[in-house]
């Protein structure tokens, strides 16, 4: 089936200091969406992104879709506490009829921050 | 503003019992999903629903049925639980797509644990 892959796993950070995550797909995605997930929460919707090399910011957040849409990365800068969590990537890979929504997400990044 | 809402939050079971997890959105959204969460393997997608009485597998439904008599309601039954279905489970329901933006909005998650 479709996967999107989502690197890396884990990242340890000190406050401060910056942070990537990256998804990325074999297969051209209609669009992206990212979500959060804190420790013992549930995911929440950060952003989506349809256009191809759109980049979007949210304060310290910075979204990337890839030129050819088959990338995607979540940039933090000058990480703090609160934004400790696992990072979802996600895409319904342009499926059509009922299956348009149906989300195939990212395996996640847990992002741990020491203070 | 309930959103949505998973019942019970827990729940403990023998090996063979059915079980069933209850979803309610107050948001008259179309689309329903239902994910399980475990570790190493991200949210995989069990079952979705376009609507009421559209119901549709997803990646792991072996061992669920679903059903959505209304709108509101998307349970998930565990026919005859087994330790392998020890997980978390998160409802999540969305806009029909072209009506903006289809971020999925999750509940609080139902930890089961299968003994």
């Known amino acids: 089936g479709q996967q999107v892959m989502q690197i890396p796993q884990y990242q340890h950070v000190q406050e401060g200091e910056d942070f990537t995550t990256y998804c990325n797909s074999s297969t051209t995605l209609s669009n992206i969406q990212w979500y959060k997930q804190r420790p013992g929460g549930h995911p929440v919707f950060l952003i989506q992104l349809v256009k191809s090399g759109e980049v979007k910011k949210q304060k310290r957040l910075t979204f990337q879709f890839g030129e050819a849409k088959k990338n995607s990365s979540l940039h933090i800068t000058a990480t703090q506490t609160t934004d400790v969590g696992t990072y979802f990537c996600?895409?319904?890979?342009?499926?059509?009829?009922?299956?348009?929504?149906?989300?195939?997400f990212g395996q996640g990044t847990i992002l741990t921050v020491h203070p | 503003d309930a959103g949505i809402t998973q019942s019970p939050r827990y729940k403990i079971t023998e090996t063979g019992r059915q079980v069933t997890l209850m979803c309610h959105q107050t948001w008259s959204h179309s689309y329903m999903f239902w994910y399980r969460q475990d570790l190493g393997h991200g949210l995989r997608l069990i079952y979705y629903?376009?609507?009421?009485?559209?119901?549709d597998k997803g990646e792991v439904p072996d061992g669920y049925v679903v059903s959505r008599s209304k709108t509101e309601n998307f349970p998930l039954t565990l026919e005859s639980a087994t330790r392998s279905q020890t997980s978390v489970y998160f409802c999540?329901?969305?806009?029909?797509?072209?009506?903006?933006?289809?971020?999925?909005?999750f509940g609080p998650g139902t930890r089961l644990t299968v003994t």
């Open positions: 999540a329901s969305s806009h029909r797509p072209g009506q903006g933006a289809y971020e999925q909005y």
């Open positions: 996600a895409s319904d890979f342009n499926a059509g009829g009922t299956s348009y929504g149906k989300l195939t």
């Open positions: 629903s376009a609507a009421a009485d559209i119901t």
